[in-house]
């Protein structure tokens, strides 16, 4: 039979070793299509990499409060007293009074005493001190058995919470109640208790060692002025 070859093409069929695979070429580009996806992805993430910063966490912490008018003088000085503030947070000292009721309970010296922050805002301190720790803990838990219970929800707080929020912004009240020991020098010296009165103000009651303290404040102000109290 007489070679019919393609024109060009010589009849005969070009030796296996001279033919190209099929399956090359299109598994050349395949693998080119690959290289240059990998190297495309590379570049997008190391610029994505170098243009986006890593976020960090940051605590603001914000100064305590001082109070913008000036504290009086107590008239008594006494040791206890002299352990007494004369500012807490923005209030400052504008009375200090004996306190008879607590005497009449056993204390050895009571005070109370009032603090102002210079417009309607006030606090208000008992300062008691008894001849023993004990004597101390068993008056400090009568005034905690007298403090008001939790307040009941109200029905119209939400209501109410869109229209009051922009008056009540950075005045936030704390979770209360609260209970906890009173720690001084890494020894528990006593307990203390804060709770919401339920009429805007809040009550903090503690034992340091033979003194028993009752704080009454603003709500949104009470954790923080127990906190901020040095005794």
């Known amino acids: 039979m007489s070679d019919t ?3 060009g093409q ?3 069929p070009d030796p296996a070793g001279d033919r190209r695979p099929a399956w090359l070429v299109p598994a050349a580009i395949t ?3 690959l290289v240059l996806g990998g190297v495309v992805a590379g ?3 190391t610029r994505d990499g170098a243009e986006t910063p890593v976020a960090t966490a940051t605590t603001v912490v914000l100064p305590s409060p001082t109070p913008t008018v000036d504290a009086v003088p107590r008239e008594a000085a006494t040791v206890f007293t002299s352990a007494l503030p004369a500012s807490v947070l923005q209030y400052a000292l504008a009375s200090s009074v004996p306190d008879d009721e607590r005497v009449a309970a056993g204390a ?3 005070w109370t005493e009032t603090y102002t922050d210079g417009a309607d805002g006030t606090l208000t301190v008992r300062a008691a001190q ?3 720790p004990e004597e101390a803990a068993a008056f400090a838990a009568t005034l905690v058995a007298g403090l008001p219970a939790a307040p009941a929800p109200d029905a119209t707080a939400d209501a109410t919470a869109d229209a009051t929020a922009d008056a009540t912004a950075g005045a936030q009240a704390p979770t209360l109640p609260q209970s906890g020991e009173v720690q001084a020098g890494g020894a528990a010296v006593g307990t203390y208790t804060l709770v919401d009165a339920g009429d805007g103000t809040g009550v903090a009651v503690w034992q340091n060692g033979t003194a028993v303290l009752q704080l009454n404040a603003p709500v949104q102000d009470v954790a923080d002025a127990y906190a901020a109290f040095p005794l």
């Open 5 to 7: 070859g393609r024109p």
């Open 43 to 45: 570049v997008l993430l």
């Open 108 to 110: 050895l010296e009571a």
């Open 10 to 12: 010589s009849g005969s």
């Open 31 to 33: 693998a080119g299509v």
């Open 130 to 132: 008894f001849e023993t």
